[in-house]
């Protein structure tokens, strides 16, 4: 068993886990990141850059170098409820330098930060590294079990961080009790092609019962239908023809392309979970991301939270480890700081959960706009608060960790 020893060992390539990667390995410290999947190549994933993430890269000089990449640029979001429209968030007002959401494929995004950390000498990313279990010693965590294609890898580390997502190995193997906030929903993906005279809009769709996403993707529509939980069984005993009618009846504009559909390995069930870590961390260990909370699907800010989360540690984490100084004191420090937007961000979802979502499974037909929809359209300026919500969140961060020299070429 081949034995490896690092500053900081991040299990997990996601958002949380990249971002925290780069801003470490920018500040001096030797960090290693582990990913399972040989590439991060996977469907459906959360694929919005928020404002305040965006801010976040133009603090590091590297926004005008990212947003080269192919995107499209949302300026406000919108519902329709029966058969009108509404504004319901937009983002002209945010004190930030790009004023819309980004959206981008997921695998984008992490390709294009692995690229910039790997400037650093201090950055590595195994992919195909793949966390089985935790190293213990005297009452605390040192290290990392983790399977690779050529066998067995220990890795020893001054501090270990889960950002392994909502299914997190590393928070099952430390023994870090979770507090479930329930969900009354599961989301189906898929892809629908997207034409010349389509809506340019992204767009929620709520009406009798349903609720269905789509979001402009430029050359297709990323479309989610949301359904009840634990309701995916019955809706395979229909039969794929009467899902594609219902969609069809949702997004009219798409009747004639509904027939893409036509194997359910193309609809990918996203299993909805909310919840979030009591305690995030232990002696040499700490969460991060959908590992110390699993947001809801509602408003696309789990991406967001992930990222805030990561700035927050590296600003905290990033002198003491590139100094080894230990940091078991400190971690206390980021979950009390990130606490509170968690909660109230939670808190939110499970409002709208509640409030909105369950009363349309409830209803069977045709819904009145909500009260805020009506005054929304009414008085514009309170688009601003959703707006705020889903741009920046309650706590933006800011990068303070310091910068290494930086290497060239």
Known sequence: MEAIAVQCCIAGGGPAGMMLAYLLARA??????????????????????????????AELGILDEFLKLPHQKAFSLGAQVGGAEFTFAEFSHLPTRCKFVAFIPQWDFLDFIAEQGKRYPSFSLRMCWNVTGLIEESGGVVGVRATTPEGEVTIRADLVVGADGRH????????????????????????????????????????????????????????????????????????????????????????????????????????????????????????????????????????????????????????????????????RRIQERRMLPTRITQRVQLAIQDRVVSRIFERKVAIAPPLFLRLAARFPVLQRIPGRFVGMGFRPEHVQSPEAERISG
């Open 28 to 57: 001096g410290v030797e960090v290693l990141v582990l990913e399972k999947h040989a590439d991060f190549l996977r469907d459906f994933r959360g694929d919005t850059i928020h404002p305040s993430t965006l801010e976040i890269m």
């Open 168 to 331: 997190s190995t590393v928070r099952k193997e430390a023994g870090l009790e979770t507090l479930d906030l329930g969900a009354p929903m599961d989301v189906l993906w898929f892809g629908i092609p997207h034409r010349p005279g389509d809506p340019d809009e992204t767009m929620g769709r709520f009406d009798a019962g349903r609720i269905f996403i789509m979001i402009n993707r430029g050359d297709s529509w990323q479309c989610g239908f949301v359904i009840p939980k634990g309701t995916i069984e019955g809706i395979h005993a229909k039969g794929l023809p009467a899902f594609r009618n219902e969609v069809a009846a949702l997004a009219p504009f798409v009747d004639d392309r509904v027939e893409a559909l036509d194997d359910w390995a193309k609809i990918q069930l996203l299993t909805v979970r909310v919840d979030r870590l009591r305690r995030w961390y232990r002696a040499g260990l700490l969460c991060i991301g959908d590992a110390a909370h699993a947001m809801s699907p509602i408003g696309g800010v789990g991406i967001n939270l992930a990222i805030q989360d990561a700035v927050a540690a590296a600003n905290v984490l990033a002198a003491p480890l590139r100094r080894g100084r230990p940091v078991g004191d400190l971690l």
